[in-house]
T-cell receptor
């Protein structure tokens, strides 16, 4: 079974702090994604990566950055956390583009910024 | 712009009632379509997917969906819901064309509450 793990289930941070969210997948997937999930808005793509050291902006990249130094690990960084970044963050991975593969999701990190 | 729209935001049903959740997409070319489910406190997981072929696809737990190209729709159905189907349901789409990066666009989600 594909397994996508995220470093924390719950996180509380103060405004202005630098926040790191880690995601690891064990299926050697090329593609990895970071979403945020908010009620009534569904999932919105923040960033994705299709290879090591490669990244592309999603629909809402402002205030976020990412890092992918190893194939299995994709990190989301909030450079200076703000209260409007309080949300559920979901990581996902998938096999190479063009294959008949769905995205596999981690359990999510519920981040509260106070 | 590409988009996915779910018409029902909150649905309440009694056990054994039939379910249909609407999903419409707006894409320039051919698409792959998905329904995901998130049970309370659990991961988002795949219910079913459509890539090509038979437009009626069957998924896990008795769910099915029908791709109607002329209506740009991919509605989710279940003939008889159970209390355990209480969850949030997301429709999603990705382009199948040459510009496909694997990015999914999600609908807003539908919260289903099944009363015992």
């Amino acid at each position: 079974d594909v397994k996508v793990t995220q470093s924390s289930r719950y996180l509380v941070k103060r405004t202005g702090e630098k926040v790191f969210l880690e995601c690891v997948q064990d299926m050697d997937h090329e593609n990895m994604f970071w979403y945020r999930q908010d009620p009534g808005l569904g999932l919105r793509l923040i960033y994705f990566s299709y290879d090591v050291k490669m990244k592309e902006k999603g629909d809402i990249p402002e205030g976020y950055s990412v890092s992918r130094e190893k194939k299995e690990r994709f990190s989301l960084i909030l450079e200076s956390a703000s209260t409007n970044q309080t949300s559920m963050y979901l990581c996902a991975s998938s096999a190479p583009t063009g294959t008949r593969s769905e995205q596999y999701f981690g359990p999510g990190t519920r981040l509260t910024v106070t | 712009a590409q988009s996915v729209s779910q018409h029902n935001h909150h649905v309440i049903l009694s056990e054994a009632a039939s379910l249909e959740l609407g999903c419409n997409y707006s894409y320039g070319g051919t698409v792959n379509l998905f329904w995901y489910v998130q049970y309370p406190g659990q991961h988002l997981q795949l219910l079913l997917k459509y890539f090509s072929g038979d437009p009626l696809v069957k998924g896990i737990k008795g769910f099915e969906a029908e791709f109607i190209k002329s209506k740009f729709s991919f509605n989710l159905r279940k003939p008889s819901v159970q209390w355990s189907d209480t969850a949030e349901y997301f429709c999603a789409a990705t382009s199948r064309g040459s510009g496909n990066t694997g990015k999914l666009i999600f609908g807003q989600g539908t919260t289903l509450q099944v009363k015992p």
